[in-house]
């Protein structure tokens, strides 16, 4: 997938940020596509219904309500940057998402 020093041994770091994306609506039709095809593998791994998402939720035993939890953290991230003229992007919110709430 990603060639970044970040998801170096952290094989389940990448996808949790694609999973974040995909919760607020960000995450690329080419990017769902692989993952898609990638379902299988990980409901193998990880477990869920086949769909590379769910296999992501059941590997951290997220609770449904996750996606819904996520993109309120996203609407009220995106108030904050605009109220500080900052600029929040996508990715920049799946990687702080992530690291506030799924490493060490």
Known sequence: ?????????????RLLELY?????????QESEDG???????LQAVYGGDGRWDDAVAKALHMP???PEAIRDMWTRNLK?????????????????????????
């Open 64 to 66: 449904d309500t996750m």
């Open 80 to 104: 904050i940057a605009h109220d500080n003229n900052v600029t929040l992007t996508p990715q920049q919110f799946a990687e702080m998402f992530v690291d506030n709430n799924f490493t060490n």
């Open 1 to 13: 997938m990603a060639t970044n020093p970040r998801y170096d041994e952290k094989p389940l770091l």
């Open 20 to 28: 974040v994306l995909k919760a607020i609506g960000e995450l690329s």
């Open 35 to 41: 993952l898609r095809a990638m379902g299988p593998k």
